[in-house]
């Protein structure tokens, strides 16, 4: 789908509030209701609106802690891969999975209450995941920046 100016826009606004009225965000976008209604739409049905989600603050719900995890697995066949990533999934501390070109094979970002609770994670979950050679964690100290909103651009 080609992404113009208006489409940029809607989709600023929605990023910045999830929960905008299609009343307040045609009047933000300077268009129709029925014209902005039907373009937000377009963007859900061609897949660029992926979902809509609410943030919530992690030191608020108990999990103020940060772990970026790094995994490498033995061996990196394709059955390996598949089997990891389908365990990985049902880890619900581990908030991103990604596969990685470089040192190591996976690097996942793990939230935790404290070191403790890290420390139960470890143990009973990724050092018992299929296929896994080394992990290699790092806490992350503070939150710098955190940004939820894409820099999407007219092409």
């Not at 940060?66 to 581990?94: C, D, G, T, W, Y």
């Not at 990685?100 to 995941?129: K, P």
């Amino acid at each position: 789908m080609k992404i113009d100016k208006i489409d940029c826009a809607i989709l600023h606004a929605l990023q910045l509030d999830g929960r905008l009225s299609n009343v307040n965000l045609a009047a933000a976008v300077n268009l129709s209701e029925s014209a902005c209604l039907r373009r937000v739409k377009l963007l859900e049905a061609a897949g660029v609106v992926e979902r809509y989600a609410m943030v919530v603050d992690q030191s608020a719900v108990g999990l103020p802690g940060n772990v970026f995890v790094e995994i490498s697995l033995a061996q990196q066949q394709q059955a390996e891969l598949v089997s990891f990533e389908e365990r990985v999934l049902q880890i619900p501390e581990v908030m991103e999975c990604y596969l990685m070109s470089g040192d190591y094979d996976y690097l996942l970002r793990v939230v935790v209450a404290d070191a403790a609770d890290y420390e139960r994670i470890h143990h009973h979950h990724l050092t018992r995941l299929p296929g896994v050679a080394k992990v290699r964690s790092s806490f992350a100290l503070r939150t710098v920046t955190k940004a939820a909103e894409l820099p999407i651009k007219v092409r």
